[in-house]
């Protein structure tokens, strides 16, 4: 069945980096947009970023530009997310989605069980 | 990058109907036809349970509907049951982004 399983969550300090990778099965990321939302403890579902099906566009939170980078290998059937210069408010689950939509990802229709990142000295 | 506005909280008797409001303006719910909403229980992944304002994935009960008017989308459900207490959050494509709000909690009295 369609699958999305997150990995690399951890703890790390502040201005630290994480890279957090998604292996998907049952079905073929390169047909697809794939997204990362993150949920603070307690807290609601943010937009993290996106990646088109070829890693041609991609887009961010204004919350995350320029410290996080999205990026996918097809061959491999997995999308990736590093992440630099890390503060506490970073901190939170991250969901692995599979994004739908004609020209972007209008919703998201498949979700991981999430990785949790701690970012804390 | 706003979130869109939705109560706190809504409650109802199992077999009533409850509506969850989801405000945003011009440039998100109300410029274009692309709300969904997501059903979140404790500790679980978010599950998708409307999209397109008020199309549903096969599997989801037609308990489920959604509707938007102007800069505003709702989700009712109708016939409560217990399973649905849950965190319910609606989200809107917004040109380059997309956006949530902040998340209602439905509880089933």
């Known amino acids: 069945q369609v699958q999305l399983v997150e990995s690399g969550g951890g703890l790390v300090k502040p201005g630290g980096s994480l890279r957090l990778s998604c292996a998907a099965s049952g079905f073929t990321i390169s047909d697809y947009y794939m997204s990362w939302i993150r949920q603070a403890p307690g807290k609601g579902l943010e937009w993290v970023s996106y990646?088109?099906?070829?890693?041609?566009?991609?887009n961010y939170a204004d919350s995350v530009k320029g410290r996080f980078t999205i990026s996918r290998d097809n061959a491999k059937n997995s999308l990736y997310l590093q992440m630099n210069s890390l503060r506490a408010e970073d901190t939170a689950v991250y969901y692995c989605?599979?994004?739908?939509?004609?020209?972007?990802?209008?919703?998201?229709?498949?979700w991981g069980q999430g990785t949790l990142v701690t970012v804390s000295s | 990058q706003s979130a869109l506005t939705q109560p706190r909280s809504v409650s109802g008797s199992p077999g009533q109907s409850v509506t969850i409001s989801c405000t945003g303006t011009?440039?998100?719910?109300?410029?274009?036809?692309?709300v969904s909403w997501y059903q979140q229980h404790p500790g679980k992944a978010p599950k998708l349970m409307i999209f397109d304002v008020s199309k549903r994935p096969s599997g989801v009960p037609d308990r489920f509907s959604g509707s938007k008017s102007g800069n505003t989308a709702s989700l009712t459900i109708s016939g409560l049951q217990a399973e649905d207490e849950a965190d319910y959050y609606c989200?809107?494509?917004?040109?380059?982004?997309?956006?949530f709000g902040g998340g209602t909690k439905l509880t089933v009295l």
């Open positions: 990646i088109s099906s070829s890693s041609s566009y991609t």
């Open positions: 989605t599979r994004g739908r939509g004609a020209a972007r990802p209008y919703y998201f229709d498949c």
């Open positions: 011009s440039s998100d719910v109300g410029g274009y036809n692309y």
């Open positions: 989200c809107s494509y917004a040109g380059t982004y997309t956006v």
